[in-house]
């Protein structure tokens, strides 16, 4: 039974970030969407003590973008400013191939010319 209802909060998290995201500017969107299912799969076989940490950080994550996206209501997306800093404590917590896909993110984010090419519709 508790095997059930982990898997239960698993995906339910997973569906709220993923409504979250709707929200987002389109490539942020896009970005956010598919490291969210990729971490999620990645995790999928994870032991306890990671599981308990994936979740924790994933339940934060989604509380700091659900209060940004109620503040962000009625403002142009030019001004809002979507994600949260890290502090060194954390930083200095992560693993090297987390460290590494943090920098990926980093980068693709913040460049001129996204990886992806997408367009809102607009009716």
């Known amino acids: ?50 599981v308990k940490s994936f979740m924790t950080e994933w339940e934060n994550y989604k509380n700091t973008l659900q209060t940004q996206v109620l503040e962000s209501a009625g403002e142009r ?8 800093h890290l502090s060194q404590k954390k930083l200095n917590d992560f693993q090297d191939e987390q460290i590494s896909q943090l920098y990926e993110l980093m980068v693709e984010s913040t460049k001129s010319k996204r990886q992806f090419d997408i367009q809102e519709d607009r009716k």
């Open 1 to 50: 039974m508790a095997v059930c209802a982990h898997v239960s909060r698993v995906r339910s998290l997973y569906k709220r970030i993923l409504v979250l995201h709707r929200f987002l500017p389109i490539e942020l969107r896009a970005l956010g969407d598919q490291y969210v299912k990729d971490e999620f799969r990645r995790h999928k076989s994870a032991g306890p003590k990671e």
């Open 77 to 84: 997306y030019n001004s809002v400013k979507f994600g949260d």
